[in-house]
């Protein structure tokens, strides 16, 4: 019940978060398999928002399935320590040897549609991933490189320059969002 509890503590940005809060401790409450794929209709997914060392730039990955650049994230699949999941899916998908964590607290959470789709050669139904957002940061000078069966690109972008490359409409402002939250948390600390 630990993200449960987290989520509890969790204070909203904004009324996107309120809602999608309550969705996701309802989830988490109501299906014993949240944590794994077993459940089709939306399962717990786990993000790194991988920003450079002034926060200028943010590393992304070009998605096969959605023909979008995107950030880093995978499924739990069974792994409640959502900071592991997203500090080894952000590992996989770009490549980086090195992945500094910046707070252990939640830096963002979205419920996100997931397009019916083949993956590995099996068709996936559309469901959703209900994602917990961590802030991590890597060095820019670091070696990069894709993970065919997911990402055919890994880059880093400046912030400012993200809705260029980023062509899923429902994303951008989960992106913006992102930024503030980033800088936010950074101009804070």
Known sequence: MKLYEELCAYTPCNLQEEA???VMMRYIKEFLNVYTRDNVYGHITSSPWIINADASKVLMIYHNIYNSWGWCGGHADGDRDLIHVALKEGREETGLKKLELLSES???IDILPVPPHVKRGAFVSSHV??????LCQADERDT???K???NSGVRWIAVEEINHYVTEEDMKPVYRKLVEKSRSLL???
């Open 129 to 134: 991933h209900l994602n917990v957002t961590y």
């Open 20 to 22: 999608d809060r309550k």
């Open 187 to 189: 101009l804070a600390g």
């Open 106 to 108: 939640i830096l963002a």
């Open 148 to 150: 065919p069966d997911e």
């Open 144 to 146: 990069l490189c894709s």
